[in-house]
C-alpha cells in the first residue's frame, strides 16, 4: 500500500485475535493499530476462505482535531476514532476521507470512517451490541 493513511484504508487493532493471512504494515500513527496491507479487492474472498467473516457497519464516523502540524494531529484524531471504534466492540475501521484546512498557523483535521469488525464465523456476532 503506497499511503497506509488514505481513502479506503483499513486499520485493524494489533491486540486483537485475527486472521493469519492479513498482512498489517509496519508504521502507524496509530499506535496499537496497524494498516492492512491486502489487496481490498480480495480481502473479502480471503476472509471468507480462511473461515472468518468481516462486518461492514454503515453508520458513518467523523472524528476531529486541532494542532500545529499535520501528522500530530492526524494522529489525534486517529486517535479518537479508535477509541470510538473500540467502544462499539469493533477491532477495525475503513477510512473514507481526511479532510485537512489551515487557519491562522492551526491545522484541523478530520477523519470520516466505517466501523468494521473481523471474528472467525463461529463466533456470534459482537460488534455494537448486536
Known amino acids: 500500500m503506497k499511503n497506509a493513511m488514505e481513502a ?14 492479513l498482512h498489517l504494515a509496519g508504521d502507524s500513527l496509530l499506535k496499537g493499530w496497524s494498516a492492512i496491507e491486502n489487496v481490498r479487492s480480495t480481502l473479502e474472498e480471503e476472509t471468507a476462505k ?4 468481516s462486518f461492514f457497519m454503515a453508520g458513518k464516523i467523523e472524528k ?27 477491532n477495525s475501521f475503513q477510512i473514507m476521507h481526511i479532510t485537512t484546512k489551515h ?22 456476532l459482537v460488534c455494537f451490541g448486536q
Do not use: D, Y
Open 50 to 53: 480462511a473461515g472468518w467473516i
Open 8 to 21: 479506503g484504508s483499513i486499520h485493524v487493532e494489533r491486540s486483537a485475535g485475527l486472521p493469519k493471512f
Open 103 to 124: 487557519f491562522l498557523g492551526m491545522v484541523h483535521v478530520s477523519v470520516a470512517a466505517h466501523a468494521r469488525h473481523f471474528q472467525e464465523e463461529k463466533e456470534s
Open 64 to 90: 476531529a482535531a486541532f494542532g500545529f502540524n499535520r501528522r500530530n494531529t492526524l494522529g489525534a484524531a486517529l486517535r479518537r476514532m479508535a477509541k470510538c471504534v473500540k467502544s462499539g466492540n469493533c
